[in-house]
């Protein structure tokens, strides 16, 4: 039997990342599972008393969810938080990492208030996806930013550059912006050994990936621009967000 871990209580906040958009799942609330469930799922199993809320909701910039989850979070009296944000905004247009990783640390100020562990998250390496690789160097900006926040605050970082495994395609939803399943699996798997947590979690083990014939790849770019591209340009020219009129699916334990 596994060793029993030292939480009670965690409370997981951010955006669609953290919410498990690109991992489907009817019968979670919400819909979706992700990689936070998926470590909630591991956590509960190890310990008689055990907790979990998901505050997450897709398309949340940094200050929306500095606003609208630290508090309620902490209201919770976690001993246990996890914390990925910023990704949304380093995509846009003109923001400047350092600013923004000022942000994220006042933000962490106040997560450690009780004393609770905070597991942050950096951006992973989109080098390879075709509409976020043009902002990788304010990625990397942004994540030695966060290193050193860690450091000051005595965080864990869960190191998603570092994840070699997510240049894989199918690491990846059909949106191109969001984890599949076995990327949110692959996920759960990093943040508990960043935890240092056992688990009986298995490492995905890749077959060949088929080959596609050059008409074939262009038709599923074609499908890919018209049914995510698109709308996802329209509503950063409209200035509105996915997770507009979403509820947090997890807001209490």
């Not at 909630?40 to 907790?51: C, G, M």
């Not at 074609?222 to 009129?245: C, T």
Request: charged share 25%.
């Amino acid at each position: 039997m596994a060793q029993q871990h030292p939480w009670t209580r965690y409370v997981a906040i951010g955006d669609s990342f953290t919410e498990g958009i690109g991992d489907p799942e009817p019968q979670s609330p919400g819909g979706h599972r992700g990689w936070a469930d998926r470590v909630a799922e591991v956590l509960s199993s190890q310990s008689t008393d055990f907790a979990y809320a998901n505050l997450a909701i897709r398309g949340r910039l940094l200050q929306q969810i500095s606003d609208e989850q630290v508090d309620a979070a902490l209201a919770l009296n976690p001993d246990l938080i996890t914390v990925s944000a910023g990704g949304n905004d380093i995509i846009r247009p003109g923001t400047d990492p350092d600013d923004v990783a000022q942000r994220f640390e006042d933000m962490v100020e106040r997560l450690r208030r009780d004393g609770a562990t905070v597991v942050m998250f950096n951006g992973p390496d989109i080098g390879m996806t075709p509409v976020l690789r043009r902002v990788r160097g304010k990625v990397a900006i942004y994540n030695e930013n966060l290193r050193a926040i860690a450091h000051r605050h005595d965080c864990i970082v869960a190191d998603m550059w570092a994840l070699r495994e997510l240049g894989d395609s199918r690491m990846w939803a059909p949106d191109r912006l969001h984890f599949s399943p076995i990327g949110h699996h692959t996920i759960a798997r990093m943040v508990l050994e960043a935890l240092n947590v056992e688990n009986d979690l298995e490492p995905m083990k890749p077959e060949p990936l088929p080959q596609r014939s050059w008409r074939q790849a262009r038709v599923e770019d074609a499908v890919w621009a018209r049914e995510h591209l698109v709308p996802w340009v329209l509503r950063r020219v409209r200035g509105r967000s996915s997770g507009d009129e979403i509820q947090p699916k997890r807001p209490e334990y």
